[in-house]
């Protein structure tokens, strides 16, 4: 089976759906297609666009979701659609999904991997962490990520698992997964991909703790709401450790001077969604009550990014293709410094294919504010 792996990569600038697709199949179409995953603006009509899909990828397994910006072989774009297909005799995928998040059971995860790991090991090779690896897409206005992706994780052993929580160009409303023909929200899909072409998966930030903490007295979690810091109101006391005034909080200064929580030594960010007029704060991630949040100290996003791509190149080579989540967060940074289009060339020089998300899974854990992904290097063939 070693070296018949194929992946090739595609997108779209069109605003017109039938456009849009007949340029993205033009793009990644390929024989003994496994996969195809795509991403797209949500500003498209959707159900127009799903008609599309349907009609140019019949018949071959296609997952996609919404986004908050997508990552083309061009660099950043937004209003477009991108994506890649994994193809050849080397390669096999299953696909399920989860539907209802809000109410479903808590073992939904466990057994969703349990089962894709056994139609996997039914029909090929054995599944191991070297030749298969996890994808996940779920609705990013959920709050449901942290128990989907734990319970996967934990049905998938050791199985490396990463993904993206959808996005809606920042309206924080509607957030769509598409999988079996059409759109659809409150879900999660999950992909097993196996191939012969060497991988690694992936997860940096570029920000590092301080010494400046707050505690979280007051919150809700299942609502990812925080309503008390240090025992005053949290977008107060927030605003006043970040020095402006509460009515002034933004998404920019939530993604300068973000949140990070230490887990088992490690700092891990905890992103502001939103500030409400009661002064409560809603997070991307679940915050539970007695928590200490360290104010976090900003990196060199290039930097930390330069480096991260030179180790995967030393570890399996160029890839040809990095599969990439990309936090909105990290975006809007890129905007202020005016650095987004030098980080669109790394993206489009490494082979990124992804989108800004509401928020990045790897492996058992949700996470904000970083670049997760996984890279797939060169066959022997290739």
């Known amino acids: 089976m070693a070296g018949l792996s194929h992946i090739r990569r595609g997108f779209s600038l069109s605003t017109d759906p039938a456009t849009a697709v007949r340029e993205l199949h033009a793009g990644i179409a390929q024989p003994d297609t496994a996969l195809v995953v795509f991403f797209c603006s949500s500003a498209y009509n959707l159900d127009a666009l799903a008609v599309e899909l349907r009609g140019r990828f019949d018949g071959v397994t296609l ?139 992936f997860n940096t930030k570029h920000f590092r703790g301080s010494e400046e903490k707050l505690v979280v007295t007051k919150a809700d979690p299942e609502r990812r709401l925080v309503m008390e810091l240090n025992a005053a109101p949290a977008a107060a006391e927030y605003a006043r450790f970040v020095g402006c005034r509460a009515a002034d909080l933004s998404s920019e200064i939530f993604g300068e001077r973000t949140l990070m929580v230490k887990i088992g030594g490690e700092y891990y960010v905890r992103s502001i969604q939103r500030a409400h007029r009661d002064e409560s704060l809603t997070f991307y991630s679940a915050i539970e009550q007695g928590v200490v949040l360290t104010l976090a100290s900003p990196g060199d996003l290039i930097a930390d990014l330069r480096d991260m791509f030179a180790a995967l190149q030393s570890d399996i080579g160029p890839p040809q293709l990095v599969i990439g989540f990309d936090c909105v967060l990290r975006g809007l940074e890129m905007e202020r410094r005016q650095v987004r289009h030098v980080v669109g060339r790394l993206m489009s020089d490494n082979n990124v294919i992804g989108f800004a998300t509401y928020g990045e899974q790897y492996h058992a854990m949700h996470l904000n504010h970083t670049f997760t992904g996984v890279a797939i290097g060169r066959t022997a063939s290739l």
């Open 63 to 201: 997952i996609g979701c919404t986004t908050a910006g997508e990552i083309t072989p061009l660099g950043y774009q937004e209003g477009s659609i991108t994506g890649f297909s994994i193809g050849g005799l080397g390669s096999r995928a299953v696909t399920t999904r989860i539907d209802c998040l809000g109410d479903c059971a808590i073992s939904a995860g466990f057994l969703a991997a349990e089962e894709l790991m056994s139609r996997l090991t039914q029909t090929g090779p054995p599944v191991t962490d070297t030749n298969t690896f996890g994808l996940m897409l779920i609705d990013g206005m959920s709050a449901r990520e942290e128990v989907v992706v734990s319970t996967i994780h934990w049905g998938m052993g050791t199985i490396p698992l990463l993904g993206g929580s959808a996005g809606d160009d920042m309206h924080l409303s509607n957030t769509f997964v598409y999988h079996e023909g059409a759109f659809r929200s409150n879900a999660a899909l999950l992909a097993l991909v196996q191939i012969d072409a060497p991988f690694r998966t």
